[in-house]
């Protein structure tokens, strides 16, 4: 990630993944270290057919379709209807619908497992805090959250992109698919205090670099996982 872009040729977010959602999966679809980190989540579950939440899900996968085809019970929301048709198609045995996470209620009680996948970048420090909290009443108690990102540390800043408390940047530019586009990113701390101040419980952490295929025309990025539980009295 860099911040020596500009933001003039960002896309509109929805039409942006309506018309290139097959390219991302192509493109990034394939991190073994994603893939990973979703088979340990998957192996976390407390129970053997579960209700998980997909927030972002994108395409379907990999989030989607490995949690599916362990047995479990997928539901998946994204803000593009393109995404959200290319998940009904590759995940037949899920449920799909266009939704913002901030609006979103569960229709049919709530999860076992939450995934939110690099689908926080775009929002505010506000909105994440927001984002967290209703998440954290979605999950079942002993329920398991993932949360891949980066961390803010990892990324290219300037002081003045930091808050006053260090925990937090905003503004930083990296390249996604031929586009300069803006991310509001917690540090690694400031993503543990998040997910904290929850309610959450991480208990795992790690930190894999992901270099896409030149013609991805994106930035190399250092991914930032966090595995937290619900805890069983709350």
Wanted: charged share 20%.
């Amino acid at each position: 990630m860099s911040n020596d872009a500009t933001v003039a040729d960002a896309p509109a977010d929805e039409e942006f993944y309506d018309n290139n959602g097959l390219q991302y999966e192509k493109f990034f679809g394939h991190d073994a270290a994603h893939h990973e980190h979703v088979s340990r989540f998957i192996d976390l579950l407390p129970v053997s057919e579960a209700r998980v939440l997909d927030c972002g899900c994108g395409t379907g996968k990999p989030v989607s379709h490995m949690i599916a085809a362990r047995g479990h019970h997928v539901y998946g929301i994204d803000t593009s209807q393109g995404m959200v048709d290319l998940s009904s198609r590759q995940v037949p045995t899920g449920t799909f619908e266009r939704a913002d996470m901030l609006e979103y209620e569960p229709p049919n009680g709530k999860f076992h497992g939450i995934v939110v996948s690099l689908s926080l970048f775009e929002r505010t420090r506000e909105e994440i805090t927001q984002v967290f909290s209703k998440l954290f009443e979605f999950l079942l108690p002993n329920g398991i959250f993932l949360l891949v990102t980066n961390g803010a540390e990892d990324c290219e800043t300037t002081p003045r992109m930091w808050d006053s408390d260090g925990e937090c940047a905003r503004g930083i530019i990296f390249r996604f698919m031929g586009n300069s586009l803006p991310a509001t990113l917690f540090s690694k701390t400031g993503w543990n205090n998040q997910l904290t101040q929850a309610g959450f419980e991480p208990f795992y952490t790690d930190t894999r670099r992901f270099v896409p295929a030149p013609e991805a025309g994106s930035s190399s990025e250092t991914r930032y996982y966090v595995i937290s539980r619900k805890p069983a009295t709350a």
